[in-house]
């Protein structure tokens, strides 16, 4: 017989509207010390799960995903599904606990001058790639600081995003060495051979020296673009990280057509994760992810999208008695945020500045705050032309940033403006408007909404944090009792 809910759910998404188309002494020392090992999950022989205690049992759940993977690489991070999957993989130098605190990660200790220009990493000795083919033997091998030094080098390159640089642009001579990397073409031209500001002392110890004081350092360091991976996992012909190598407490299995496979990593430093595997679903509208949840085959939507707002919460955003016995909702702390940025290029301040006049007073049927932030080349709102000229966007394909694009579709109508959807992620001078930040593209507009998520009643463990690309799924467990 068929979930009630699900019945209620698909008749309401069926008619639903889809949306459009010197250094001074040391001050400072940080240990991990205190954090405890536990022995290796590995020397305990695997054995036929069906006849073992429920909590024994082989930990296996299924998790959806509201946005696309687009990408196993740190650097091309463009959304929280891959901030939140990611983590689970790669560590940074630093890392965050659920309350925001930065904690050591990679570094189990370190020490930074008085006047914070200077920070002294020593890497765990306990730290290891998973093991992988991109290693010669197969085998993980160890952490050490050339590592550290390559990936933050990396970030520098010409044919990667400038999302991570413009964090680490205050590294003493980062600025030029990614201006020749930019710039200068031919390698053998080239007269900066790696970032001065970072130094290797021995395999442990890496120090990195900035221009000038930053007390926020620490914090970028731990940044999921800031995450560790081997040189070797970086393809030599399209110089992307093609195959996911990291440190954490989960490691690829394999990639499926909208499935990722993870796997506990059983040799992980602190202690290994209860979950033995966990497949996440992507790359599904909204409905189909809440249709497997309903057959249950799917354990938990980690993000709610605005058609599964509108349809299942009520009027206080508490679930609907129609779905109460069936799941649990969980309301975190943290909101989503869904930025679109204007192209300064296309020349259309006055009529972008026209539709955002409209956009800033509307409001969903579901629950969610715009934000708008005028182009700053806009000298007024004129609403009196009859000329329709022609608003380009690049193509948005998450559900939250295309009801904010749809609505801004809908007002430029009213405007007697043309609105464009492009299939295209890329900038000219053509486009105005983008929901990914490229350099030189102003911030205009934002769409908040809670960050909720939704699980059948047999989910336990999964920790969230005060953001929404911080969950701890490592103590994620399925209740086997009915």
Not at 47 to 64: C, D, E, H, K, Q
Not at 234 to 249: A, F, I, L, N, Q
Not at 310 to 331: C, F, K, T, V
Request: glycine share 6%; hydrophobic share 35%; with cysteine.
């Amino acid at each position: 017989m068929k979930n009630p809910s699900y019945l209620i759910f698909l008749g309401i998404l069926s008619t639903a509207l889809l949306f459009g188309c010197a250094k001074s002494t040391e001050t400072v020392v940080i240990d991990s010390g205190g954090l405890t090992t536990s022995t290796p999950r590995s020397e305990a022989k695997r054995v036929n799960t069906s006849s073992l205690a429920p909590n024994l049992r082989f930990v296996y759940a299924r998790i959806g995903e509201l946005a696309d993977i687009h990408t196993f690489d740190p650097l091309f991070i463009t959304n929280n599904t891959e901030k939140r999957v990611l983590g689970q993989v790669y560590e940074g130098l630093t890392s965050r606990d659920l309350y925001g605190n930065i904690k050591p990660g990679l570094a189990k200790k370190w020490r930074v001058n008085r006047d914070s220009t200077e920070y002294t990493f020593t890497l765990s000795e306990k730290a290891f790639f998973h093991p992988s083919e991109v290693f010669a033997s197969g085998a993980g091998r160890r952490v050490v600081a050339s590592d550290i030094r390559y990936v933050f080098e990396r970030m520098a390159m010409a044919n990667v995003p400038e999302q991570a640089s413009l964090l680490f642009e205050d590294i003493e001579g980062f600025d030029v060495f990614k201006a020749e990397q930019h710039q200068v073409k031919i390698p053998d031209q080239r007269a900066y051979r790696g970032v001065s500001g970072i130094e290797i002392e021995n395999d442990s110890t890496i120090v990195f020296t900035l221009d000038g004081t930053s007390a926020g350092f620490l914090q970028r360091l731990s940044d999921p673009v800031s995450a560790i991976y081997p040189r070797e996992s970086v393809d030599s012909r399209d110089r992307k990280v093609d195959t996911p190598v990291g440190t954490g407490p989960f490691s690829v299995l394999r990639v499926e057509q909208n499935k990722l496979i993870l796997t506990s990593n059983e040799e992980y430093r602190d202690t290994p994760p209860i979950t033995d595997r966990i497949d996440i679903e992507f790359g599904l509208s909204e409905k189909e992810l809440f249709q497997k949840l309903a057959r249950e085959e799917l354990d938990v939507l980690i993000e709610l999208g605005p058609l599964s707002m509108e349809s299942m919460l009520d009027g206080n955003q508490n679930l609907s008695p129609a779905y109460l016995d069936s799941y649990n909702l969980e309301r975190h702390s943290s909101y989503t945020e869904y930025p679109v940025y204007y192209n300064p290029a296309s020349k259309r301040d006055n009529e972008v500045a026209r539709i955002l006049s409209s956009v800033e007073t509307v409001s969903f049927s579901w629950p969610a705050q715009v934000e708008v932030y005028f182009p700053e080349g806009a000298t007024s709102v004129d609403t009196t032309t009859t000329e329709k000229e022609n608003v380009i966007s690049a193509t948005v394909t998450h559900p939250f940033e295309m009801a904010l694009i749809s609505e801004m579709a809908k007002q430029a109508a009213s405007q007697n403006l043309v609105f464009s959807l492009m299939p295209s992620y890329a900038i000219t001078e053509s486009v105005s408007i983008s929901t990914r930040w490229f350099n030189g593209l102003q911030r205009i507009a934002s769409l908040r909404a809670p960050y909720m998520s939704l699980s059948n009643k047999r989910v336990q463990g999964i920790r969230f944090g005060n953001t929404p690309g911080n969950v701890d799924f490592t103590q994620l467990r399925i209740n086997q009792d009915p």
